[in-house]
């Protein structure tokens, strides 16, 4: 544990050499799958082969070109912005309620808005899809957004609960005394101050809403969702198409990551 | 209350009053989420429970848990999830190890490595495996470059595909319980030890591994949960060869059309989470209680 | 920006508020006159945060009354208490400049661009703070991050000003700055102004009164001469700056001087109008007891000088006498040409108008 802090620069023993070098080849499992999709989507092969033979776009033309294809990317889209704007519209006042408020029941609503976390996701699928199908909701992309909704819930109230509680309620308190009502005060100094945690949420909800299959698969029926038309594809006939949708896929979480990076460390850079 | 004591604190009902409003107040910001969990969670949660007891009966829980093809369903999700639980501490102690105890640039590039999959979907990770794990896939191929194998493995379709999968999916969340309690340890300990002429692997053994244990015990129980509930893994990798619970569940509701019996495997499979991490909240508690 | 109207004055009366059996404030009467600077001076868990809190409005008290003006602002909201208050930490928001930290209660208030931009400004040449008005918090040193909390609060004119050991931060020598120029500050605005502090010189420099409390009670409430001169018990005796205290009783009455008999048969000649029998008392600052050379006086007392103090301005000497009793002595450095050191023998004395009485239990 001497590197611990990592400052002495000395020559590393053996045991460290062997933990890199383990470790290396974990990280390399851990990457590989990831790093495979690229070459694959742009292979010239028409079936799953690797290395591939030569280099062609035709599976990124397949993609944009299929109005299925893209249709369904739309849809997942508007699905996700629907749940991320939701989850945080709902889960950021439950937030506070949790963290700050002592009424009785607060336990057991912690306990709840935590239980689409813990509940397996096949089993909400497959309760909501009961449901829905008696409600005549399948199809329907509201649905499958009020359902992406409650799963990405425990998420954005665990980390907007994280930065609230990192808040220090001094600064809400000194707004009160300089004549804020408690609704300007955490508008003009509590949510600036959580602005990385908002972001933070968002992201969370917005990607496990667009990444999320088992319940798209259900509700979706025949107005697929991407991971649904995705699964479907690979289910029926595995051309590299879907390699390419997963590189744009990952392509668009890394632009994601990127933009809520921007706009979470605007808050302060008091490191 | 006693007359006495509200009269020499007049203000008290007032006070009291206040902080009701206030409480209520809190109380009413978790309305809408109440009232989204309870509609859209709890109601149809609890809807497919209810149907396994159609009839007032426990026969489907009978079905579920008394014929032998649905037990082998049990018993190969539990040995999966095993299987991967273990294989996930195996190369994730290692991992959390290296990057709690490297320099600062190795720490956030090794991190970047273990959430990057994290944050792309498992449905694109798992075909990514598809593609790795096929008769001709990328192993295979070099596998039979390099003369180690005589004709392709088969590592697709079946359990080994299956486990290799979720135990790439399900790494990081080893991972990272694992390092927070790494990160907690307290460095002198170490150093101490090792002043005291102790070598590196008993440091390991004797100090280092039971002080994270909670953080060992933690990324297990998160693992093991998580398996066994998995779906589009074992779904995509296993082509229909390997049932487990949650595919079986998906089987009946969308080939079968039995709900009663899929409410009673859901039954059974939630139970099983609940019950596990209850038993672990318990062991936690416990283990953290000062002997007497 | 100034206001010297009756509207201003502060009075709180018979405050309790305890915290499950803990009594933070133990029947609080005080009042602040309009203009006024008054100091509340007391250790930690005195409770003299707890009042602040109280007077602000983020505790409600469970007993009493906290009037500003006449006004009963008891249960009152802090929003519509018109206090400024500067926090220990400064609370400055961080994410907003100094000019937006500044014009936010203006803000509150519903103010016009126009006007607000031009108080800010006002604010901003109050406190000496002119061209760092884009600046962050962080941006700014201790000092300057104290005065745009001070602008802050004083911004929108407030009909009271509180600070809340709003120095503990800072170096000594910024400290006394600050001290003087929160004075400055606040004679000019003529605020009726409650400050909270432990430290015992910076009450006795910035204050037109101070109050003593401990354990959640005034101990004594009196201009900064008298708390120092004449203190009311031995709390106060003993919390505001050095003493030498002894306790006993009145024995006699000798050349109109009253004889106390004190601890380990110490004897000692003060005056005052305390009855005999009666049990007090004494205090005698060390600045009051002389070295004397042999000469007579009233109080003499022989001893061995146990340790000696350099502080730069002064000597200090702890002096054992016969009896064992130890007292502290201070001389002025300049005129302590020759010191005695540790172990030799001295004499002291006190002038027996020097020594200050009170009644004791």
Known sequence: MRAAVGKARRRPRPGRIALGAISALIFAFLILPLVVVFPLSVSSAPYLEFPPPGLSWRWYENYFGDPVWIDATLRSLKIATSAMLLSLLVGTPLAFSLVRGRYPGRALLDRLAAAPMIVPAIIFSVAVYGLFAKLKLIGAWYGIALAHTVLALPFVVIVIGAGLRGFDEALEAAALGLGASRWQAVKRVTLPQIRPSLVSAALLAFVTSFDELVVAMFLAGSEMTLPKKMFDNIRMEIDPTIAAVSVLQIALIALAVLIAQRFGRGALEVK | ?292 | MTRDDASTGLALAGIRKAFGPVKALDGVDLSVEPGELLTILGPSGSGKTTLLKVVAGFEFPEAGSVRLGGEDLTLAPPAKRDMGMVFQNYALFPHMTARENIAFPLEMRRLQRREIEGRVQEAFELVDLAGLETRLPRQLSGGQQQRVALARAIVFNPRLLLLDEPFGALDRKLREAMQLEVRRLQKRLAVTTLFITHDQEEALVLSDRIAVMNCGRIEQVARPREIYERPANAFVADFVGESNLLFGTVAGVREGLLELALADGLKLLAAGEVPQGARVGALVRPEHVSLANGSASANSFEGEVLETVYTGTSQKYRVRLANGTALLARVPAAAALASPATGERVSLAIAPALVHLFRDG
């Open chain 2, 1 to 292: 209350m006693s007359a006495s004591s509200v009269a020499a604190l007049p203000l008290l009902p007032k006070i009291a009053a206040l902080r009701v409003r206030r409480e209520r107040a809190l109380a009413a910001l978790g309305l809408p989420a109440l009232l989204l969990l309870a509609l859209i969670f709890a109601f149809p949660v609890l809807r497919l429970l209810g149907l396994s007891l159609e009839g007032g009966s426990l026969e489907w829980y009978g079905k579920a848990l008394g014929e032998g093809l649905y037990l082998e369903v049990f018993w190969i999700t539990f040995r999966i999830a095993a299987l991967v639980t273990l294989l996930a501490l195996l190369l994730g102690y290692p991992l959390a190890y290296f990057l709690a105890t490297t320099t600062r640039f190795w720490t956030t590039l090794g991190f970047i490595f273990v959430i990057l999959p994290l944050w792309t979907s498992v449905l694109v990770r798992t075909y990514a495996w598809m593609v790795l794990l096929g008769r001709n896939g990328v192993v295979n191929r070099i596998l039979l470059e390099l003369g180690l194998a005589r004709e392709p493995l088969p590592l697709l379709y079946n359990e080994l595909g299956v486990v290799i999968g979720m135990v790439h999916v399900l790494i990081p969340y080893m991972v990272l319980p694992i390092y927070s309690a790494l990160k907690r340890l307290d460095p002198s300990l170490a150093q101490a030890a090792e002043g005291l002429g102790a070598p590196a692997s008993r440091i390991f053994l004797r100090i280092v591994l039971p002080l994270t244990l909670d953080g060992v015990f933690a990324g297990a129980i998160l693992v093991f949960v998580l398996s066994l509930g998995f779906f589009i893994t074992p779904a995509l990798l296993g082509g229909g060869r390997v049932i487990m619970i949650a595919v079986l569940i998906e089987q009946q509701v969308r080939e079968t059309l039995d709900w009663s019996f899929a409410g009673a495997l859901s039954a059974v499979l939630l139970a099983a989470t609940i019950a596990i991490y209850g038993l672990a909240q318990r062991a936690r508690r416990h283990g953290a209680e000062p002997p007497p």
